[in-house]
């Protein structure tokens, strides 16, 4: 796959070998339909490949997401067919693996509200620098499913089981500062200078030893692969989540703006 391929990720190179790739769906706050969340896929393996860029820098377009997570229409699909929870199930796995096996440094700059597939790029990243007035959450508990994108592979690792567990079952929302407190992102920054400062790292890294920095990524990221067989299952038990009852109450729920009433939660008659 080439860059001029890619539909909704669009790429700026910049100085010292720096590539920019912007997630492009503002008018959705960027979030993933069928062909984005496979182009998540394909990425890692473009850049890792392609001796011109020693860092790449993520972001979202416009001032509001980084990116939503999934587009409705595709959890909605997901919910009726074991096809297409097959095939995403695939491609999430391959988000994540792919991303490890990356060996360029791989900077986010989480210029506003992250979740689902998008927080798990923004997250797994090596480096992450989030708006102070941001918002993440994993949000998969509010729609009835479990957490499996990426979460029990590298929430505990990054702030901790007592906090992975808490807003993981909860699916609360964190704002980069308290996400910068607790350890779930590198550094919090002013809206307007997260991605100036994401591109300075990335620049920085550029300039540094690449054979030592891909080196170094290579073994740190062994403490995520080690915690493969976790997230193999997390994932699995997401899937069969979505052919539940809650799922489809979750989804009724979101898009009608109310709280969920799910099956699983109401007391036996």
């Known amino acids: 796959m080439r860059y001029e391929d890619f539909q909704f990720i669009q790429f700026d190179r910049q100085p010292d070998g720096v590539l920019l790739a912007t ?19 394909q990425l890692w393996g473009v850049v890792h490949d392609d001796t011109s860029v020693k860092a790449i820098v993520v972001t979202g377009a416009g001032e509001r997401a980084f990116s939503a997570g999934g587009d409705l229409s595709m959890v909605e699909e997901m919910a009726s067919s074991q096809e297409a929870t ?11 693996y792919n991303m ?21 790029v923004a997250l797994l990243a090596d480096v992450s620098v989030m708006a102070e007035d941001a918002k993440l ?6 729609l009835g499913v479990s957490a499996g994108d990426h979460a029990a592979l590298i929430w505990p690792l990054l702030c901790g089981m007592a906090k992975a567990k808490y807003y993981l079952m909860t699916a609360d929302f964190v704002d980069g500062r308290e996400a910068e407190r607790i350890g779930l992102v590198s550094f919090c920054a002013p ?5 100036p400062r994401s ?47 809650d799922v489809k109450e979750g989804l009724a729920a979101l898009r009608e703006k109310r709280a969920p009433d799910f099956p699983s939660a109401r007391l036996p008659q």
Do not use: Y
């Not at 490890?100 to 798990?120: H, R, W, Y």
């Open 23 to 41: 997630l492009n769906r503002p008018e959705v706050m960027n979030a993933t339909n069928n062909r984005m969340h496979w182009e998540l896929t």
């Open 86 to 96: 097959l095939r995403v199930m695939k491609e999430a796995s391959d988000i994540v």
């Open 100 to 120: 490890l096996a990356c060996d360029k440094p791989i900077i986010s700059a989480i210029n506003g509200t992250a979740v689902g597939a998008g927080l798990a």
């Open 137 to 142: 959450t994993d949000g998969h508990a509010r």
């Open 191 to 195: 809206r307007a200078e997260v991605l």
């Open 199 to 245: 591109l300075a790292i990335a620049s920085r890294l550029a300039g540094g030893s690449q054979t030592a920095i891909r080196a170094t990524k290579k073994s740190l990221n062994h403490w995520m692969r080690q915690a493969g067989p976790i997230f193999d299952n997390s994932l699995a038990l997401e899937m069969l989540c979505f052919l539940g009852a």
